[in-house]
């Protein structure tokens, strides 16, 4: 890679910047719709020029570090504007709505897709808590599809050890976001039920680290994490129905003053976490879900 384009320099795309500049010698190009922004990264040298849209650029990667709705709009807009061949991938928390929207403008271009996300973040957004360090010992999810191009699955993988990803996993754009409503959405819904309890305006001097590991990702981007929510519905109804009935079983113990059921679910959730420990090893927990 010897020029990158990020179109979008918040949080995720503001580390991708720090993050190459750090490891490679590569020119780096950003765009953002906020002008401090821009000045910043300039300032800093995390990007080396701003790329305005609608100037044609000989980008050898293009990243859409840009919610999903917005990536489409950017990558409809600005597709011919992209050097023909050149990889287009995106960093957006859902891949099913995104690939299907995205392949068919850049196959239509003469653009390498692929769909991408690294599990990484924080929860403050925004370029000013961006870190070159972001990406270090993650993992990095590409979506490739039969219309994948080998070369830019191949480029997105050494992409992804340049930023400080220790693990690259493929799958589909399905089953990435069957697996992100288990992993990150679904516990994003369970800490903003669970701020909003009575008790959680009056915690200080009763709460310590149970309280701030369920609670931490309540503090969301609500546009951001609503659209997400809204493309991915299926599946994370599907994960919060199960999350219902698994709670109901405890309601139900308690209600019945019931030791020996409540033992027993408390048992089979204790030997749950014990085999994730086994099967996954200590990888160290997504910061943002």
């Keep these: 890679m010897k020029k990158l384009l990020i179109i979008g320099l918040g949080l995720i795309g503001g580390s991708i910047a720090k993050a190459v500049r750090r490891s490679s010698d590569a020119a780096i190009l950003g765009a953002d719709l906020d002008e401090a922004t821009l000045d910043a990264a300039l300032c800093e040298g995390a990007i080396d020029a701003i790329w305005q849209p609608g100037?044609?650029?000989?980008?050898?990667?293009?990243?859409?570090?840009?919610?999903?709705?917005?990536?489409?709009?950017?990558?409809?807009?600005?597709?011919a504007c992209f050097r023909p061949g050149a990889v287009v991938s995106d960093v957006c928390g859902v891949k099913a709505a995104v690939v299907a929207a995205c392949e068919p403008i850049c196959r239509a271009h003469g653009l390498h897709y692929l769909g991408g996300h690294p599990m990484a973040g924080r929860e403050c957004s925004g370029y000013a808590n961006a870190v070159a360090t972001l990406f270090e010992n993650r993992s990095y999810i590409l979506t490739p599809t039969p219309q994948t191009d080998p070369a830019a699955l191949a480029a997105?993988?050494?992409f992804a050890r340049l930023l400080g990803c220790v693990r690259v996993t493929e799958t589909t754009p399905a089953h990435h976001d069957e697996m992100i409503a288990f992993t990150s959405q679904l516990p994003h819904v369970l800490a903003g039920a669970y701020i909003k309890a009575p008790a959680g305006r009056s915690h200080a001097g009763y709460?310590?680290?149970?309280?701030?590991?369920?609670?931490?990702?309540?503090?969301?981007?609500?546009?951001?994490?609503?659209?997400?929510?809204?493309?991915?519905?299926?599946?994370?109804?599907?994960?919060?129905?199960?999350?219902?009935?698994?709670l109901q079983a405890y309601e139900a113990a308690l209600s019945?003053?019931?030791?020996?059921?409540?033992?027993?679910?408390?048992?089979?959730?204790?030997?749950?976490?014990?085999?994730?420990?086994?099967?996954?090893?200590?990888?160290q927990p997504h910061p943002f879900g």
């Design 55 to 79: 100037e044609e650029t000989d980008a050898d990667l293009v990243l859409l570090a840009l919610r999903p709705g917005a990536a489409i709009d950017c990558l409809r807009e600005s597709a």
């Design 156 to 158: 997105m993988r050494d």
């Design 207 to 246: 709460s310590a680290g149970s309280f701030h590991d369920v609670s931490r990702v309540a503090r969301v981007d609500e546009q951001l994490w609503s659209e997400l929510f809204l493309l991915n519905r299926e599946n994370l109804l599907a994960e919060l129905h199960g999350l219902i009935e698994r």
């Design 256 to 283: 019945a003053a019931d030791r020996q059921a409540l033992t027993e679910i408390l048992r089979e959730a204790r030997l749950c976490k014990e085999r994730d420990l086994v099967q996954n090893g200590a990888e």
